[in-house]
C-alpha cells in the first residue's frame, strides 16, 4: 500500500511531526515565521486530547510548558527571533531542572526585530549559549520538509531520553516551503516515552544518577511527592550550596549529553560525495541544499567538491569535523548569518586547513553560485 | 483557668517575641533569644501565640 | 489543641531560612490548615513559586512542590494544571514576584479564571535581595532604591486581580491568622481563580529602613489598619483612610472555569461538531 503523502508547509510538518511523536501540550506566541507551528497544533491537539494554549508571551509559553512536562505530557513550544531570546532564562531552567521538552526555532534575521520574514541562521550560536551558566545543548538542523517531521520526532525521543530541553533550528525559507511528504506509519520511527521511576514512593529521588547519567523523571500526580527547583541541588533535589555536591551535578549534566556514547546516539550527519573531497561544504540546513547543489556543478567542472551536512548541529560534529580538516585542502563554511558555525569548524580544524565562510544577511538565501565562487577563490 | 502545655521548640525558635506581645495574659517572657514560659497557669488557650509563631516553635497542649 | 503541622512539613527543613518575625512563616501555617481543611491529598496537590523569601515556602511541605525561576509561577502553573486538571494546583510567592516581573503571568492567570489558588505574600518590597522597592511599596516609604522616598504609586493587589477577571479575591493579614486559612480553603474549593492576598511583614528589609521599632509595630500595624469589607460599608472616607479592607473582597461563580472550558472544546471537536 501506497504511504499517505501529502505537500505540506515546514511549519505544518513539524506539528505534524510532533503529534507522530505524541506531544500533547503546545504553550506558544505568535511570532513570524514560526506562526504556523502553533496554528497547526491550535487544531490538531484537540482531536488527540491534548492541550494547546496560546499564552501572553514567549516567557509564559515555555514555563506552560516545563509545568506540562513535569505533569507529565510531552510538550512543546516554538518560536522565532526574538521570542527564541525571550526564552533563554527558562530553557537554562529546563537544563538545570532536567525537564524534557522541545524547542522549535524558525529563524529569522536579526538582532532585535531584524527582517521577520526573511530567513536567517543567526540563531545557532544562541542555542547553544544563550542561556546563561554552563549547560549542554541539543539542537537539531533538518533542511526539508521530510526531514522536518522526522528531526521533530527525533528532537522528542532526544528530549525523553536525555531529560532536557531539544531544539530544532530551521529557518524562514523550509519553515514557510512547501513539500512532498511521504508520512511515516505509526511505529514506523521510533518513539521513546519517559521512562517511570521504579523507587517507591518516598523513596524517589529525581536526582539519582546512581543507574546512569540520566535519572528517571516521574510525573507530578503519580505518586511521588518531590521537589524541582533551578537551585543547584542534590541528588534529593533540594538545593545545596555544598562544593563538591553543586560542581558533580553540572558535570553529570554536561556528561549526560557530551559523552562518547550519548553524542555516537545523538550525532547525526549526512556526507556527499566526500571520500576524495579537496574541498568540503560544510553547510546545514537550508544552506545545504545550495551546497548540495554546489557540489554538483563543481563537480562537473572537475572540482572535487563534497558535503557534510550536521543534522545535529550540537552537541558539535567534533570528531568527523577534525577528520575532514585532516582529509580536505579547504572547509568552506556557507552560513546565513556573518559567521557563527565557522568559529567551531576553525576550532576543531587547528589550522590543518584553509577554513573560509560563505555568508549572507540580506534576507535572500545563499545561492550555489555564491558558494561556487567563494570555492574557486580559495583553491 | 489552665491546664495548658505550653511547649517551646528551642531549636526552631528565633525569638522575634511575637508570642509574648500577643498573648492576652502575660504566659511568656523573652529569656534572651528564647522565649520562656513564665505563667502557664494564666493560659487561657487562646492559640495566639501558637497561630502567630512564624517559627513553628510553640505549641500548646490540652494537659 | 496544638495542631500537627509537622506532618505536612518535610522531614529535617525545619528551622526554616526566614529571618525572625518574618511574616511568610505565619502564612505558611495557615496554608497547611487549609490544605488539610481540604483534605487535599498532597500527592495529587502542585505547589508552584516564583523566586524570592517568600517562593522558598513550597520547599518545606510534603506535596509536589515546583520552585521556579523570577516572576513565572503563575505560568508554570497553568501548564500543571491544563496538563493535569485532576491536580490541585497551589501558587505562592511574593508581592514583587507576583505583581513586578509576574504581572503579566499572574494577570492573565486571572483573566483565563484557570482553577489555582494564588496566595500572594504582600510584604511591600523585594525582601530577598535585601529591600529595594517593589510595586507594592507606599509611596513615600524607604526603600534601598529610594533612598528620598518612593516616588511611585502601588499596585493594590487584589483589585488587580478582580479587574483581571479573578472569581475569588480576599485579603488578609499576617497578624489574622485564624483568617488566614479561613481564606485560603474557600479560595481552594472556590472553582476558578481564587487569589489570597496576605499582608505581611519584612522587617528586615522594610521595617528596619521605616523606622518600625520592631516586628511587633509592624504586627501591631497590620492590626490596626485592617478594615473587614463588611464593615467598612458602614464607614465614611475619613474613617477608611489609611486603612484597608479584608476578607472576601470579589466572589463570583458564573464565570466557565478554563479548564473545563477546554475538555468541553476538545469533546467538541472530537464529537465532530
Ligand atoms: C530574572 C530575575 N531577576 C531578578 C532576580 C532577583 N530577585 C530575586 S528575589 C527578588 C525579589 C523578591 O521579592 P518578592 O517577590 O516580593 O519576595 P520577598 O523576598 O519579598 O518575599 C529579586 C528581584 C531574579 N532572581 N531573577
Ligand atoms: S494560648 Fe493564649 S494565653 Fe496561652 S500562652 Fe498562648 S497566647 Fe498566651
Ligand atoms: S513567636 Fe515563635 S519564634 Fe518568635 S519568640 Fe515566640 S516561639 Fe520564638
Ligand atoms: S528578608 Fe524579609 S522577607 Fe526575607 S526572610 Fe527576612 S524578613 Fe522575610
Ligand atoms: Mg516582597
Not at chain 1, 515565521?33 to 496554528?39: D, F, H
Not at chain 1, 501572553?56 to 506540562?68: K, R, Y
Not at chain 1, 527571533?81 to 522541545?102: N, T
Not at chain 1, 539542537?139 to 522526522?150: D, K
Request: glycine share 10%; hydrophobic share 40%; charged share 25%.
Amino acid at each position: 500500500m501506497a504511504k499517505k503523502s501529502a505537500l505540506v508547509q515546514g511549519n505544518q510538518a513539524c506539528a505534524q511531526g510532533a503529534i507522530y511523536a505524541g506531544c500533547k501540550f503546545f504553550g506558544g506566541y505568535p511570532i513570524t515565521p514560526s506562526t504556523e507551528v502553533a496554528e497547526e497544533m491550535s487544531a490538531m491537539l484537540p482531536k488527540v486530547g491534548g492541550k494547546f494554549i496560546q499564552m501572553e508571551d514567549e516567557i509564559g509559553a515555555i514555563a506552560s510548558v516545563i509545568g506540562a512536562s513535569l505533569a507529565g505530557a510531552k510538550a512543546l513550544t516554538a518560536t522565532s527571533g526574538p521570542g527564541f531570546s525571550l526564552k533563554q532564562e527558562l530553557i537554562g531552567y529546563a537544563c538545570i531542572a532536567e525537564v524534557p521538552c522541545v524547542i522549535i526555532n524558525v529563524m529569522r534575521g536579526g538582532p532585535s526585530t531584524g527582517m521577520p520574514t526573511g530567513p536567517g541562521q543567526s540563531d545557532v550560536m544562541q542555542a547553544r549559549w544563550g542561556t546563561h551558566g554552563d549547560h549542554a545543548a541539543i539542537a537539531l538542523v533538518p533542511q526539508s520538509i521530510q526531514e522536518i517531521f522526522t528531526e521533530t520526532v527525533r528532537a522528542f525521543n532526544l528530549a525523553e531520553k536525555y531529560r532536557m530541553p531539544v531544539q530544532v533550528l530551521f529557518d524562514e525559507i523550509v519553515g514557510h516551503m512547501r513539500e512532498r511528504i511521504e508520512y511515516p506509519e505509526p511505529g514506523e520511527l521510533e518513539v521513546i516515552d519517559r521512562e517511570a521511576p521504579t523507587a517507591a514512593p518516598g523513596e524517589y529521588k529525581p536526582y539519582d544518577a546512581s543507574k546512569g547519567l540520566v535519572p528517571p523523571l516521574a510525573a507530578f500526580g503519580a505518586g511521588h511527592k518531590f521537589h524541582v527547583t533551578g537551585l543547584n541541588k542534590a541528588e534529593d533535589g533540594f538545593p545545596t550550596t555544598k562544593a563538591e555536591l553543586v560542581a558533580a551535578e553540572e558535570v553529570r549534566q554536561i556528561q549526560k549529553v557530551e559523552c562518547e556514547e550519548a553524542r555516537a546516539d545523538i550525532e547525526s550527519n549526512e556526507e556527499y560525495m566526500l571520500e576524495d573531497a579537496d574541498v568540503v561544504l560544510w553547510a546545514y540546513g537550508s544552506s545545504a541544499r545550495s551546497a548540495r547543489y554546489a557540489v554538483n556543478e563543481l563537480r562537473k567542472e572537475g572540482i572535487k567538491a563534497g558535503l557534510f551536512r550536521p543534522i545535529t548541529l550540537w552537541p558539535f560534529p567534533v570528531k568527523r569535523t577534525a577528520e575532514l580538516a585532516e582529509q580536505a585542502k579547504a572547509i568552506i563554511v556557507p552560513e546565513m548569518n556573518l559567521g557563527q558555525m565557522i568559529y567551531e569548524v576553525e576550532r576543531v580544524a587547528q589550522n590543518k586547513c584553509i577554513i573560509d565562510g560563505v555568508h549572507r544577511v540580506d534576507g535572500d538565501p545563499l545561492n550555489p553560485g555564491q558558494i561556487m565562487d567563494k570555492v574557486k577563490e580559495v583553491i | 483557668m489552665s491546664g495548658a502545655r505550653i511547649e517551646v521548640i528551642e531549636r526552631n525558635c528565633k525569638g522575634c517575641s511575637i508570642c509574648v506581645e500577643f498573648c492576652p495574659k502575660d504566659v511568656l517572657e523573652m529569656d534572651v533569644f528564647v522565649v520562656k514560659v513564665v505563667r502557664p497557669e494564666d493560659c487561657i488557650k487562646c492559640m495566639q501565640c501558637e497561630l502567630l509563631c512564624p517559627d513553628f516553635a510553640i505549641k500548646v497542649h490540652d494537659e | 489543641m496544638a495542631y500537627d503541622y509537622e506532618k505536612s512539613i518535610r522531614p529535617g527543613k525545619l528551622p526554616h531560612i526566614w529571618c525572625p518575625g518574618c511574616g511568610h512563616g505565619i502564612v505558611m501555617k495557615g496554608l497547611i490548615r487549609a490544605m488539610d481543611a481540604c483534605e487535599l491529598d498532597r500527592e495529587k496537590t502542585t505547589i508552584v513559586s516564583g523566586i524570592g523569601c517568600a517562593s522558598r515556602l513550597p520547599g518545606y511541605l510534603d506535596a509536589c512542590t515546583l520552585h521556579t525561576a523570577h516572576g513565572r509561577a503563575a505560568a508554570f502553573a497553568t501548564g500543571v494544571k491544563l496538563t493535569n486538571p485532576e491536580m490541585n494546583v497551589i501558587c505562592c510567592g511574593g508581592d514583587g514576584d507576583g505583581t513586578a516581573i509576574g504581572g503579566n503571568h499572574f494577570i492573565h492567570a486571572c483573566r483565563r479564571n484557570i482553577n489555582i489558588t494564588y496566595v500572594i505574600m504582600n510584604n511591600y518590597i523585594y525582601g530577598m535581595t535585601g529591600g529595594q522597592f517593589s510595586p507594592c511599596t507606599p509611596t513615600g516609604m524607604k526603600a534601598s532604591t529610594t533612598p528620598y522616598g518612593n516616588p511611585d504609586p502601588t499596585f493594590d493587589i487584589s483589585k488587580l486581580a478582580i479587574g483581571a477577571g479573578a472569581t475569588f479575591v480576599a485579603r488578609t493579614t499576617a497578624a489574622h491568622p485564624r483568617e488566614i486559612d479561613k481564606l485560603i480553603t474557600q479560595g481552594i474549593k472556590h472553582k476558578g481563580m481564587s487569589v489570597i492576598e496576605v499582608l505581611d511583614d519584612c522587617p528586615t528589609s522594610y521595617g528596619r529602613r521605616n523606622k518600625f521599632r520592631s516586628v511587633i509595630d509592624m504586627m501591631k500595624r497590620l492590626k490596626k489598619d485592617a478594615v473587614p469589607a463588611k464593615a467598612a460599608a458602614k464607614m465614611t472616607p475619613e474613617q477608611l483612610e489609611g486603612k484597608f479592607l479584608t476578607g472576601v473582597l470579589y466572589h463570583e461563580t458564573d464565570k466557565p472555569e478554563y479548564t473545563e472550558q477546554y475538555d468541553a472544546l476538545i469533546k467538541r471537536v472530537q464529537e465532530g461538531a
